[in-house]
């Protein structure tokens, strides 16, 4: 079954709809995220990174969803398949190593996500736009928000080292990268 189009897509911007694709692009990728997470922390009975996932990933389900009824599907990026690869190994790498691995990965993923949701929000405030896009944005962005915060916290005041440091910095440029690209294709 699929989900009926919002009819206000005809009201969209072409920069809305290239952000919309990035942000499908995006939300697609963080739910393979969560499930990279779930079948490492799975395979290695880290209870506490399968529930914090879980919790997550259900969180970014309902934002594709809500993204979906944005964007028709001919405006999606035609790069799903390797975004949900890059999303999966983006979560599986991190829970090869624990928790906090994963908590500055997620913290760095999210940070990135809030500063891309807050462009478009800043662009329609300034623009013009869809009241009811707005309200979706910042409704995404407190999640996302809320998200980073709590895997910041729950790293604990213990600085990241050197490699964990690099590692996040790779994610932040891959995910400005992956935008980059997904607002295109």
Known sequence: MELAINPVHAELS????????????????AVYIYQGIITIAQIYHNQELVTFAKHHLKTEVEHLQLVEEWLEPSNR???LGPWKLAGWLTGAIPALFGSKSVYATIAAVETFVDQ?????????????????????????QADEQHHRDEAKDLIQSDPPGLVLAAWCKVVGIGSKLAVSLARKI
């Not at 072409?14 to 990728?29: C, K, M, V, W």
């Not at 807050?118 to 944005?137: K, M, R, V, Y």
């Open 14 to 29: 072409p920069y809305l709809i290239r952000e919309l694709r990035s942000d499908h692009a995006g939300e697609t990728g």
């Open 77 to 79: 990026s035609r790069l």
């Open 116 to 140: 891309h949701y807050q462009e478009q929000i800043d662009h329609i405030q300034s623009f013009g736009g869809p009241t009811e896009l707005l309200s979706l944005l910042q409704r995404c």
